[in-house]
């Protein structure tokens, strides 16, 4: 038992769990209205679907047969985001092809669909379709084209937590879980957490509470004892190619199925997704399986896929909120959001919001910016549409291919290159680690990773985890075995997503990889628990 | 300046098969590239932002200049990637007015005459030039009164090329070859037209420029009717035009082959007979491997036959290999125009990898049958300080066979320079 004197107390206007896009919306919502805000993730920035999805800036066109409403959102939202967080958006433009053996009569309404939630919607000649992504099958039916984007969901995170720590102070802590809340009157008064790098316990006071958490917001308001949220899981996988296939959004004109749209990724393309109802949030990881039936259905819309070299695959969780007649297809449950004031589970100070797409972040943080600053009396009107994000050197290091153009145009021999297949050079995972939102004294190559390109190209971390580790090393930052523990941390979540494309060019790589990892470096023989316990600094032992 | 889509490039080039998305990024090519670190380039970083689109960076950088296109990188790397072909188009891409102005007004020069000179040598000074060094043999040594350099000879056996500096600038080094084709008796004939052996043309980057050249000397070698196309100690002209007729489906009704295949062909048939007596003081000699002709063309049977007529000339225990040797050997830093392009610090910085390679051999000679290699080992030698002399091979094949006339010795240190000559040192 701890001692409840030995806690550390913070103190915060708002609490928001859940480091996602829409808990950091909220945080720099909250920030923007002059609220001061902690927010705090049980893992880290985008641990979940905010970090587990296409990038994909929907122009609304995917649910404009469907669901016109969350069309409409998706339109509003999406020529809003191409506004203020220009830098994190590739304006690539997207299609919408129906292929041979597709429904034509589907296909056919889709210009009508758009045009009901207000979408620009062009139709193109198959040949003109082709002319623009040549990549395309040459048995297409029909093509429109659409505004579609793409976005870096990091860069848009750390974006936002960046803004609210300008703007007013808010800050932002990762590995902080919530365990229960502190409740009197119908108020939470703390929320009690536990601290899993520093393994103490945490009471964070605070006067508004905001459950962000996507995924595990249910559980999160269950700690509350709130029982009126009610999600539907939804696993989705996508892989990523070695090089960008396309130039814009590929969509496959039909009812919403697997392996069905193409994001470009800056230098990279995503293809995805699959759809499969789940009932437990743990050991989430793509499959083979998955893999294949995301690549037979991208093979007939884009036919080079079949050859394309993936690099890895992923999975995120879709929070889908439990609506009728959706119970056990997520495809066909709501992309639209709710906004929970828990006030008939009688608390006034706690609120969830849940469901809701990348697309539409901002509008939930609105959302629920509006209910927390009424309830804190505050008056100040929500600023999030019309205020720039902002772009700084702790916060752009996710764009694919920055970190090359920024280390080949200031050529400076002296910053060595840490990672070949990204060019991410000594100086960027110095600004990483000094000024990106999160960043701590020991950061673990995963958040180095999260907020950079480290460990996303072609070698997927084979040879910049050894270097960076050397190099964190060689700051003093890393002192003893604990060092060696992360490295194997990193290299051990990245092979989760590499073991499921494993054939052609990867399967190379990887037998390089596991040569150093385990035949140099002796990773696999790492005594997990003498590397963790070990208190004897390296420096020492040199002397 | 014209940005290439180098991904877009690759691809087209290489419909399947090898394939630039293959990178494993493992550092092999980086890690043996003597370019390496010039303009904060390799060839791994060149493949990588490649792939990363990075096409105006690719298309202006001067590294391309740098990088001699000596394809270590290709023979090493696991993934069978090649990015001297990369690099070829992005100097195509140049602005012909950026481009270095000695390789591009040496592929010019080559444009101008029917012989094909880089060094703007006309047929008619050729020819008066082979027959004045030809009198002057035949009048100076008894054994060769009857020596010809026979010109435009239909159905000769050999159709001859002729590199432009020794014709140029040093036609004394013509004997020695001569005198070997006069004591195997070869049937071999220069021609007025294409006789020129060098090809600036391949290293603009220009592949229309390459291809009319490489045509021009087909069909030299086909109006008169030869066998084989003879390529003498020059490395790139032999690469020129053996890929050349491959690369634009040329009809070539010849065999390009090098004369040091040849060398060693007539040593085993005993019909040069040469032997290391002469090396009685136990001079070391180490031998570069020309990248064209080794790693880029004919690989290891050029190698051993390198090896075989060295061995045969300086004695077993004469000769020291250089580390790493053979296809994997490291380019001089003279090939692709590096030597042309007026770039020195950078050429002699590239070089010094081959300077250091020499140098622990302990060498006091180091033979070469290229003359860019030949050039480049010479500056470097003289550049960082080395005390070792560069020859050709027909130097101590004469000097061997005791044919090696006083002025042909030019190459040769003062440990030579008199052996085998009346008034001087005698042969034991």
């Not at chain 1, 409409?72 to 041979?100: H, N, S, T, Y």
């Not at chain 2, 990363?52 to 990188?73: D, F, I, K, P």
């Not at chain 2, 060098?198 to 021009?216: I, L, P, S």
Request: negative net charge; aromatic residues 8%.
């Amino acid at each position: 038992m701890i001692d409840k004197s030995a806690y550390r107390e913070l103190e915060t206007e708002v609490l928001v769990i859940g480091g996602g896009v829409t808990g950091t919306g909220v945080m720099r919502d909250l920030a923007l209205r002059g609220i001061q805000c902690l927010l705090i993730d049980r893992r880290d920035l985008n641990a979940g679907a905010s970090g587990g999805n296409h990038g994909l800036l929907h122009s609304g066109g995917r649910y404009a047969a469907a669901d016109c409403e969350t069309a409409a959102e998706c339109r509003q939202e999406g020529e809003i985001l191409k506004k203020i967080a220009a830098d994190a958006v590739d304006p690539c433009g997207g299609l919408f092809v129906a292929v041979e053996g597709d429904d034509a009569d589907f296909a056919g309404k889709f210009p009508q669909h758009c045009a009901r939630a207000g979408i620009p919607c062009v139709e193109l000649s198959p040949k003109e379709a082709r002319e623009l992504e040549p990549a395309l099958s040459d048995k297409i039916l029909s093509a429109y084209q659409v505004p579609d984007a793409s976005i870096d969901p990091f860069r848009l995170t750390l974006a936002n937590v960046q803004h609210a720590k300008q703007l007013n102070g808010s800050d932002y802590l990762p590995h902080i879980e919530v365990i229960r809340f502190e409740k009197t009157d119908g108020e939470i008064t703390a929320a009690i957490c536990q601290d899993h790098r520093a393994g103490t316990k945490l009471k964070i006071h605070a006067r508004q509470f905001v459950n962000a958490s996507g995924a595990w917001a249910k559980m999160v308001a269950e700690l509350a004892d709130c029982h009126d949220v009610n999600l539907l899981y939804s696993k989705g996988t996508l892989i990523i190619s070695n090089t960008r296939i396309t130039n814009a959004v590929v969509n496959r004109l039909r009812p919403p199925g697997d392996g069905d749209i193409l994001v470009p990724g800056g230098t990279v393309s995503l293809l995805g997704t699959t759809s499969d109802s789940i009932d437990n949030l743990d050991n989430i990881r793509p499959t083979v399986s998955e893999v294949d039936r995301i690549l037979k259905q991208g093979v007939a819309l884009v036919p080079v896929l079949e050859t394309t070299r993936f690099i890895r695959a992923f999975s995120g969780v879709r929070p889908l909120l439990m609506s009728s007649g959706a119970l056990d297809d997520g495809r066909k449950a709501s992309r639209g959001f709710t906004l929970y004031d828990h006030e008939q589970q009688g608390l006034s100070n706690f609120a969830t919001i849940a469901g809701g797409k990348l697309t539409t972040y901002r509008l939930m943080a609105e959302k629920t910016g509006d209910l927390v600053a009424s309830r804190l009396g505050n008056e100040n009107p929500c600023q999030s549409a019309d205020v720039m994000l902002p772009v700084d050197e702790g916060t752009r290091w996710t764009e694919p291919g920055y970190s090359a153009r920024h280390w080949f145009k200031h050529s400076d021999a002296s910053d060595l290159i840490l990672c070949e297949c990204e060019m991410v050079s000594q100086s960027v995972v110095d600004k990483v680690i000094q000024k990106a939102p999160g960043a701590e004294r020991e950061m673990t190559l995963q958040a180095i990773g999260l907020r950079s390109r480290i460990g996303k190209g072609t070698c997927q971390g084979a040879f910049c985890s050894m270097r960076v580790t050397s190099h964190l090393y060689d700051q003093d930052i890393y002192r003893n075995k604990q060092g060696l523990g992360h490295l194997r941390d990193f290299v051990s979540a990245r092979f989760k997503g590499i073991k499921p494309i494993l054939w052609g060019e990867q399967m190379p790589q990887m037998e390089l990889a596991e040569t150093m990892h385990c035949g140099l470096m002796g990773l696999d023989l790492l005594d997990v628990d003498d590397a963790r316990s070990q208190q004897t600094d390296l420096s020492e032992v040199k002397k | 300046m014209n940005v290439i889509d180098f991904k877009a490039k690759a691809e087209a080039l290489l419909p399947d098969g090898a394939n630039y998305d293959a990178c494993l990024a493992c550092g092999l090519c980086a890690s043996g590239c003597p370019a390496s670190g010039f303009d904060g380039m390799d060839p791994r970083r060149f493949i990588r932002m490649a792939m990363l689109g990075m096409n105006e960076e690719l298309s202006t950088t001067a590294w391309v200049w740098t990088c001699t296109q000596c394809q270590r990188c290709a023979h090493v790397c696991p993934m069978g990637i090649d990015v001297s072909v990369l690099v070829g188009i992005a100097r195509g891409a140049w602005p012909t007015e950026k481009k270095p102005r000695g390789i591009v007004r040496s592929c010019e020069a080559q444009m101008l005459f029917e012989g094909t000179s880089a060094m703007g040598l006309q047929t008619e000074d050729f020819v008066e030039i082979v027959e004045e060094t030809a009198e002057e043999i035949r009048e100076s040594s008894p054994q060769f009164e009857t020596l010809k350099a026979p010109m435009d000879k239909k159905g000769a056996f050999f159709f001859v090329n002729q590199n432009s500096r020794e014709p140029a600038t040093e036609p004394e080094e013509l004997g020695p070859l001569w005198k070997i084709f006069d004591y195997v008796g070869a049937d071999w004939t220069y021609a007025s037209k294409g006789w020129a052996a060098e090809n600036f043309c391949m290293f603009t980057g220009d592949d229309e420029a390459w291809e009319k050249m490489v045509r021009q000397r087909v069909d030299a070698v086909n109006e008169l009717g030869c066998d084989v196309w003879l390529n003498t100690e020059c490395g790139h002209s032999f690469y020129t035009l053996w890929k050349g007729v491959e690369r634009f489906n040329l009809q070539a009704n010849f065999e390009p082959d090098s004369l040091v295949t040849y060398y060693a062909k007539w040593i085993r048939e005993g019909k040069l007979p040469v032997n290391s007596d002469w090396n009685t003081k136990g001079i070391k000699f180490t031998l570069q491997d020309p990248c064209q002709l080794i790693r880029k063309s004919i690989g290891d049977p050029a190698a051993d036959d390198l090896r075989y007529i060295t061995r045969k000339l300086v004695g077993e225990e004469n000769f020291i290999d250089m580390q790493p040797c053979r296809s994997a050997n490291y380019c001089c830093g003279g090939g692709g125009g590096f030597l042309q392009a007026g770039m020195n610090e950078q050429r002699r910085a590239y070089g010094k990898r081959k300077f250091d390679q020499i140098k622990s051999t302990e060498a006091d000679y180091v033979l070469t049958p290229c003359h860019n290699c030949h050039s480049q080992i010479e500056d470097i030698g003289d550049h960082y300080g080395g005390h070792y002399h560069v020859v050709h091979m027909w130097t101590l094949i004469c000097l061997s066979l005791g044919i090696l006339g006083e002025n042909e010795r030019k190459y040769l240190g003062p440990d030579l320079a008199n052996l085998g000559l009346v008034q001087g040192e005698q042969y034991d």
